[in-house]
């Protein structure tokens, strides 16, 4: 289970519950999202989580996009 915390100014901290030792910094949460694929792909094949993550957090954010305009 990968984890973006996101401390709402302006960075997203990711950590990794199967890699104590690992956790990444990023910029926004676009970044955040390719960063914990990145690190899902590598060292969890199997699992679907990140991915699945920044596919629901893509399409929330396109949803806002159309809300506002
Ligand atoms: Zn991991």
Redesign the pocket.
């Known amino acids: 289970m990968?984890k973006l915390d996101n401390d709402g100014y302006c960075t997203v901290v990711i950590t990794?519950?199967?890699?104590p030792w690992?956790s990444a910094i990023r910029l926004d949460m676009a970044e955040g999202h390719a960063c914990a694929v990145t690190?899902?792909k590598v060292?969890?094949p199997e699992s679907k989580q990140a991915r699945e993550a920044a596919r629901k957090w893509r399409r929330a954010q396109q949803r806002k996009l159309t809300a506002t305009r």
């Open positions: 990968i990794c519950a199967g890699c690992w690190h899902e060292h969890h």
